[in-house]
């Protein structure tokens, strides 16, 4: 939706490739699960083309032919990214519209709620053509015939649009009296991902904008907003300011409770949606850290540009879950592992160095002892 009353082109790329995912998962051609579903196969295959969304199908419908889909073996982590594919697509036509300069601000998707880290996978499977991480392991039947899409990625021309109505939005976002700030830190966050670099100079700009009037003494609403634009800058070839926020933006433990909060949330340790950042600075203790901890050993590799970001949250992680690492016995010995051989690393900051050095002897006095499997 781009403005009050009137809506974005439709778009059903990701979930009409979702969906076929789905149907593959059981496995079932198109003129099977369309038979098992009450449907013609013209039907399925406009779902699965986007040609005619599944999300234009009336809710009790959807909701029928997702039971049906379940009862017939579907995979079910395909099946419950079914809403953020929805959304996906609804966001990327809203960010595509040709009218996003100029629409209500208020009515851009991308600042409704917080993003997730599959929602945005889902974003960028379709701007960037890479797997969601979360489908990356599931074993898939092929019942295809002839040369077909390997996922639901735009065109060149509409990847390019993409990232530069980003750029407009995050302007626009940031401009006035009173800044859409989810929006603008979600733009520049979506932004550095931008394959091409072109995002570079304007968030180092807007970087150094903020740092000429802020400074953090504790958590506030422009605290996420920052971290949003140096992670955007380290994904665009630039790690300094994100080891200059990691090491002067982290001043009490509000801001290191939003730190671990907000990466709980990313990785669905969060099982229900945040509208707005306020959440970030509370208490640690809607979630457990499991999810996270494996999450974050697993980005343990200095080739990743957010490398020193994943160190100081795993620091900040057994810091405040204590035990964390023994009572998850196989993420603690990769742990050991990686911290080990990334404490030889120069791509790394000192300030990483010193944290992994007292995660590793943590460990070591904890009893454990490495895999020796990580290379």
Known sequence: MTG????????????????????????LTQEQVAVELGVDRVTVQSWESGRRPFTAVPLGQAISVRHRLARLGANARLLAALDDAAEADFIIAAVLDEQVNRADIAEQPLGWSVLTQRLTDLILWAVLGQPPTF???????RCR?????????????????????????????????????????QACFLAGMDPTKAAATWLARSTDR???????????????????VVTSLANQGDPG???????????????????????????????????????????????????LLRHLVERLDA?????????HNTW???????????????EGRALLTRGTLLLDDDRISTQSRQELASIVYSLRADGLTGTGAEK
């Open 135 to 141: 489908a990356k392991d599931i074993p898939m039947a």
């Open 316 to 330: 900040a992680l057994l810091t405040a879950r204590r035990g964390i690492a023994l009572a998850n016995p196989a």
């Open 145 to 185: 015939r002839g040369p077909v899409a390997a996922g639901p990625t735009l065109s060149i021309h509409a990847q390019r649009t993409f990232f530069a109505h980003l750029h407009v939005l995050a302007e626009r976002a940031a401009a006035g009296r009173n800044p859409n700030v989810l929006l603008h830190r």
């Open 4 to 27: 009050r009353g009137r809506s974005a082109r439709q778009r059903g790329e990701v979930i009409g490739y979702l969906f076929k995912l789905i149907r593959e998962s059981i496995p």
């Open 303 to 311: 080739r990743l540009p957010l490398v020193d970001l994943n160190i």
């Open 210 to 228: 903020a740092r000429r009037v802020t400074t953090f003494r504790s958590w506030s609403p422009l605290w996420p907003d920052a971290r949003s």
């Open 241 to 291: 300011p994100l080891r200059d926020f990691i090491a002067h933006a982290h001043p009490d433990d509000a801001c290191e409770r939003a730190a671990l909060n907000y990466s709980a949330y990313w990785v669905g340790e969060m099982p229900y949606r945040q509208r707005d950042d306020a959440f970030m600075p509370g208490s640690l203790s809607d979630w457990h850290g499991s999810v």
